[in-house]
């Protein structure tokens, strides 16, 4: 079973930034888009970015289009969320996951695997 660590978060002023990083186990982790989803308080989890498994497409919420920046980096089994002009509004658990389908092409149809890592908080304070 693939494993997600998710790491990177942390408290920090409206209008800063951080970079969240997520560790994928397992040699296949360069066959599959991956994800950032978020969940805030109260709500459900929601979708924040996508990247295609060759890093060649990219889709984002609307919500934090222009703001977040997803990567990878495949020979570390390794894909990242650069969050800058934070808000309040975007305190939530961050987790990433990947794809249900390998070698898919671009990110749409980006369906998460039923298991997912622990998160990681980011609080951002106004």
């Known amino acids: 079973q693939v494993q997600l660590v998710e790491s990177g978060g942390g408290l920090v002023q409206a209008g800063g930034s951080l970079r969240l990083s997520c560790a994928v186990s397992?040699?296949?982790?360069?066959?599959?888009?991956m994800g950032w989803f978020r969940q805030a308080p109260g709500k459900e989890r929601e979708f924040v970015a996508a990247?295609?498994?060759?890093?060649?497409?990219?889709y984002y919420a609307d919500s934090v289009k222009g703001r977040f920046t997803i990567s990878r980096d495949n020979a570390k089994n390794t894909v990242y969320l650069q969050m800058n002009s934070l808000k309040p509004e975007d305190t939530a658990v961050y987790y990433c996951?990947?794809?249900?389908?390998?070698?898919?092409?671009?990110?749409?149809?980006?369906?998460?695997?039923?298991?997912w890592g622990q998160g990681t908080q980011v609080t951002v304070s106004s």
């Open positions: 996951n990947k794809d249900k389908k390998p070698l898919r092409v671009g990110v749409g149809g980006f369906s998460p695997d039923d298991y």
């Open positions: 397992g040699r296949t982790f360069s066959a599959y888009a």
């Open positions: 990247i295609s498994w060759s890093g060649g497409s990219t």
